[in-house]
C-alpha cells in the first residue's frame, strides 16, 4: 500500500527557494486526498489489513503522518539528511547528548541556555559524561579543552543570552579532525539566516517552540542529522522515549514554517532599529546585538549568516531601573521565551538561566541588572514607544 514514504520530496526539487519550500512543507500538499494544508493525522493506532501488513505507519510514538511531514521538511530546510520532531527543545537536546557512552567529554559553550546547561550537569554527568564549557569564540581555548576522550562539540550561535557569534566552521574542521561531532543550536536565527550543516556541523538542534513555531502557541523540539548512523539512533531514541511531537503540534510547527521568511525579515528589520533606539538611552550601558558593525564577532556573522534576529541583550544602569522597567512595560510582556509573534523581555538571572551557577553568571556578565528582549512583530514605532516610557 502507499504511504507518504513512497513519495518524493516535492520540495528537494532544484532550484526552489527557500521561501517556497517554506510554504509547500516537504511533500507540496497531502498526495492521497490533494489536501493543500497538511491533516492533522489524529490516531494512536493505525489498522492492519492482514498478518505480515502495514501501511508503513503501526503506532504514533513509532511514526505519524504528520510528524513525519515536519521531519521531512525541516530536512530539507537545513539541508540535511533526516529530522524528528520532539516535544519540546529540552526533548530534542536530552536525545542528541544520549549519543555519547560514560567516559565521553563534550566541549560545550560556556553560556548556553540554562536549560540546556541543566541536561548536562545535573542528568549526563551522572551517566559519567564529563563536560567543560567554554567561550566558543576563542578557538585556542577550545583547543586546549580538547581531551582523548572528546566526542562532541555544543555550540548555540548566537548564544543566548550573551550574543557571542561562534565560528561554526572553524568549530567543526576542529571536531572533525579528532573525530567528533558538531552540534549547533541555531533556535536564535533559523535555517532562514544560518544553515550549520552547510557549515560542517553535523547535527542541528532547535527549539521549535521559539521562531520556527514563531506564535508563543506550541512547544515543540527539532534535530536534524547529516548520517544515516545517526539519524538511526534519534529514531531508535524517539521510539524508546517516546518524545516525539504529537500530531496537532506538528502541524502547528509546520504552519508556523509557512510564514518564517516573512516573519525573519520582520523581527530582524525592527530588532536593527530597537538596538540602535537603545544604544541612545543614558540609562543603557552595555547592548548586545549581532548586528552592531562593532560587535567583537561581527566578521563572522557576515560570513556565515545571511541575517541578525530578532534578539537583543542589554545591562541598564541598576536593579532599580530593571525592575521599573519590568513592571512599567505595557504593551510589551514580562515573560520566559522568545522568537514569537509578540514582543517579550526577560530576566535571565532569575528566568532562562536561573540554573547557572551564579559566580559563572556573573564572569559571564549575566548579572542582576541585565535584560533580553525579543522583538515580536508588532509595529516597531510602538516598541520603542512601549520602552521609551520605561527606558531612557
Ligand atoms: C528555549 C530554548 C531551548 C529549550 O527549548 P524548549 O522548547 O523550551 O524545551 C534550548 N535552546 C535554546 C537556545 C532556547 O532558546
Not at 279 to 304: A, L, M, S, W
Not at 335 to 350: M, W
Request: charged letters at 20%.
Amino acid at each position: 500500500m502507499k504511504n507518504f514514504s513512497n513519495y518524493n520530496d516535492f520540495s528537494r526539487k532544484e532550484g526552489l527557494h527557500f521561501e517556497s519550500k517554506a510554504v509547500h512543507g516537504a511533500l507540496g500538499h497531502e498526495p492521497l486526498t490533494g489536501a493543500v494544508s497538511f491533516p492533522i493525522y489524529q490516531t494512536s493506532t493505525f489498522r492492519h489489513k492482514e498478518l505480515g501488513t502495514s501501511t508503513g505507519y503501526d503506532y504514533s510514538r513509532l511514526q505519524n503522518p504528520t510528524r513525519q511531514e515536519l521531519e521531512r521538511t525541516m530536512a530539507i530546510l537545513e539541508n540535511g539528511l533526516e529530522g524528528f520532531a520532539l516535544s519540546s527543545g529540552q526533548a530534542a537536546n536530552m536525545i542528541i547528548f544520549s549519543w555519547l557512552n560514560p567516559g565521553d567529554h563534550v566541549v560545550i559553550s560556556d553560556d548556553v541556555y540554562g536549560g540546556t546547561f541543566r541536561i548536562a550537569d545535573s542528568i549526563f554527568a551522572n551517566y559519567g559524561i564529563r563536560f567543560t564549557y567554554v567561550e566558543m569564540t576563542d578557538l585556542e581555548a577550545v583547543e586546549a579543552a580538547i581531551t582523548n576522550r572528546t566526542k562532541m562539540f555544543f555550540v548555540e550561535t548566537p548564544t543566548n543570552p550573551l550574543m557571542k557569534v561562534v565560528d561554526v566552521a572553524a568549530i567543526a574542521d576542529c571536531a572533525r579532525s579528532i573525530g567528533a561531532v558538531t552540534v549547533v543550536d541555531n533556535t536564535f536565527l533559523t535555517p532562514y539566516y544560518q544553515r550549520p550543516l552547510d557549515l560542517g556541523a553535523d547535527i542541528v538542534v532547535h527549539s521549535a517552540t521559539k521562531y520556527l513555531g514563531g506564535h508563543n502557541d506550541t512547544i515543540a523540539g527539532v534535530v536534524v542529522v547529516k548520517s544515516q548512523e545517526m539519524a538511526d539512533h534519534m529514531r531508535l531514541q524517539i521510539k524508546s522515549h517516546g518524545n516525539g511531537l504529537a500530531a496537532l503540534d506538528s502541524w502547528l510547527i509546520l504552519r508556523g514554517l509557512k510564514t518564517l521568511p516573512l516573519r525573519m525579515e520582520r523581527h530582524n528589520e525592527s530588532a536593527y532599529k530597537v538596538a540602535h533606539w537603545l544604544r541612545e538611552q543614558t540609562c543603557v550601558k552595555r547592548i548586545y546585538y549581532v548586528g552592531f558593525e562593532d560587535h567583537p564577532n561581527y566578521e563572522i556573522t557576515k560570513r556565515q549568516t545571511t541575517g541578525f534576529g530578532g534578539m537583543i541583550s542589554f545591562a541598564v544602569d541598576s536593579e532599580e531601573t530593571v525592575k521599573k522597567i519590568l513592571k512599567n512595560v505595557d504593551m510589551i510582556m514580562f515573560a520566559e521565551s522568545l522568537g514569537g509573534t509578540e514582543t517579550l523581555i526577560t530576566y535571565p538571572t532569575t528566568q532562562t538561566h536561573e540554573s547557572i551557577p551564579e559566580d559563572v553568571k556573573q564572569k559571564l556578565g549575566i548579572t542582576k541588572e541585565f535584560l533580553r528582549i525579543s522583538i515580536g512583530l508588532e509595529h516597531v514605532d510602538d516598541i520603542i514607544g512601549d520602552l521609551a516610557k520605561v527606558v531612557s
